[in-house]
């Protein structure tokens, strides 16, 4: 049996268990109005290669409280099990990207005590409301419950993808949304992303696992979007929409509250 939360392997007379470290991660609001964190994003949007154009409508977004981007960025927390693991990410970060090595400053108290007061992030994701779904023609996510929420705008450095950093974004973004005595009090996440069956399916496959985290697919567009590849061919990926239900999270038992 493993369990994640420390390295300590313990024997016991039932089983052997091994609890594994890993680095604790925070989400610090993106501040549409430092011109610092402006210029990180847009960095970090060339380098995921998706909507480069888009920082200053996301800045008005943000700022009018349709869209809550957040920096991910590594924990301060004393107990922040494994800060070799944190430094090794960090390091490798850096150095595919030596251009972000300026820290940034939070603009306002951060809803979790750990939060770091400097910080270099090693991504950014989003929790979207309802309302910014109009005017999506037929990419809309046809949710109008205000209660729904999208989490778009998720980038993990290429520098560390597949160490885990994504998983834990995930699991701090839903905790958030669907925390009773937090802001957003959501019933349910939804997702779009390119169906990576086929021709395009990579090294693992997202779809797949947003479905382990409980996504499911309910709705499809073919030829959302479009790339011509190196050789002039023309490509059309297919979007899959997925949602969860994650009411059953908010019932004050099962309260989360980072604060
Ligand atoms: C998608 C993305 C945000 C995920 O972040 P990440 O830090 O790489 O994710 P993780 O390392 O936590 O891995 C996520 C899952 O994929 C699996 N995975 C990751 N790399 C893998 C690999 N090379 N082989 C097999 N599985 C792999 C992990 O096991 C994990 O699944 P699990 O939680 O069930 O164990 C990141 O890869 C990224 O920024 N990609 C580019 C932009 C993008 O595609 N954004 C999402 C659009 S919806």
Sequence with gaps: MTLTGSDETTSTSQAQVTLKKVPQIDLVPWDPDSPSHVERLTQQRVACGWDVNRVQ????????GYKFIYWIVLSDSPTTSDPQTASS??????TLYPT????????SPSSSPSAPQIFIPLGHISLDTSALDVSRGRLTYDLPSPTAYRVTTFYVSRSVQGSGIGRLAMDRIEGMASDPKGQF???VLAISTALDDDEFKKKYSIVEWYARRGYKPYKYVERAWNHTDSNGEEWGWTAIFMKKDISSLLSPENSTSLT
């Design 100 to 107: 972000e090595s300026t820290p940034l400053t939070p603009s």
């Design 89 to 94: 990410w960090l390091t490798k970060h850096l």
């Design 57 to 64: 409508k996301w800045a008005t977004q943000q700022r009018e």
């Design 185 to 187: 009090k959501a019933s």
